[in-house]
């Protein structure tokens, strides 16, 4: 094993990566400026050193230093050793899983990098929460989905929570923010893709029945909307055509992430291989 540093003060700065993880507008403000992001739990971690992500230092609980062995052998990282109390007292919560790393964000993917391999993309309009964006970014990886669009004002895919409810599928994934919006929508038309906006909307069309007209090399995405406004009229307009997952009558919506999962199974069962 390569050296452990263990640490017993909360404010020693070499543990600054990691303080104050439940503040959300720090965090926010911190990691894209820092250039870096945590991960949360063994798996994590270890998806997003497979990811190809440059681990910056790891800070355990010493019982949990057998899991990662391995990890911290080979790394040039400094390792961290910290008592459950020390981990709540900087991070701002019982750290259960014992296993934190701070890794450095590696530059992001242009559209047309995501667009150029892709055939069935995922395309994320305003979703503001890191969990329904965990929850789409899991299911996407698990269903076929093979890359992400966001919209300039979704949230962060590699904030901690949202890396955590994707099982760090959002490592993964090729995902890329747009610039230009909904004009952004209208490249993926032109580069080919039918693109299918998801809306509970009663006027559109079920979403299997759309699927059955596509021709079967299509490349498809879906965009999805907000927890709120649901899909702008900007997105909506630029879309090839609307589609909606019935629901018993007198049902609002479905959450975001769950209708996202039912369409790319929806779509993964209309063309099982994509072309
Ligand atoms: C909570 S819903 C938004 C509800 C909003 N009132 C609306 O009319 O769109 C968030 C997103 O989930 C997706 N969604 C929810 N229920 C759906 C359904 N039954 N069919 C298709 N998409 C759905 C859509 O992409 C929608 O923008």
Request: aromatic share 4%; charged share 20%.
């Amino acid at each position: 094993m390569g050296a452990v540093v263990e640490i017993g003060d909360p404010a020693d700065p070499r543990l600054g990566d990691f303080v104050g993880l439940t503040d959300v507008a720090r965090r926010r403000r911190v990691e894209p400026a820092t250039g870096l992001f945590v991960a949360e739990g063994e798996p994590v971690v270890r998806r997003a050193l497979a990811a190809g992500y440059p681990l910056r230092s790891l800070l355990l609980d010493p019982k949990r230093l057998p899991l990662l062995a391995d990890v911290v052998a080979a790394t040039e990282a400094p390792t961290y050793a910290a008592t459950p109390a020390v981990l709540a007292a900087v991070t701002g919560f019982n750290v259960h899983r014992g296993v934190l790393a701070s890794f450095a964000r590696t530059p992001p993917l242009s559209v047309d990098a995501v667009l150029g391999p892709a055939h069935r993309l995922i395309v994320a309009e305003g979703i503001t929460s890191t969990t329904n964006l965990g929850a789409i970014l899991r299911s996407a990886a698990a269903l076929g989905i093979d890359g992400v669009v966001l919209s300039p004002d979704c949230c962060d895919p590699l904030y901690r929570r949202c890396v955590r409810v994707s099982m760090g599928e959002s490592l993964r994934l090729p995902i890329a923010r747009a610039v230009e919006w909904p004009a952004t929508l209208t490249t993926i038309v032109e580069a080919g893709f039918a693109v299918l906006a998801l809306t509970p909307d009663p006027d559109a069309a079920p979403i299997e029945e759309v699927l059955a007209g596509l021709d079967t090399e299509a490349r498809v995405a879906l965009v999805v909307g907000s927890e709120g406004e649901g899909l702008s009229a900007g997105a909506r307009g630029a879309a090839s055509a609307r589609v909606r997952v019935p629901m018993a009558d007198g049902v609002d919506s479905l959450n975001v992430a769950a209708a996202a999962a039912i369409a790319c199974y929806l779509i993964g069962r209309a063309y099982p291989q994509p072309p």
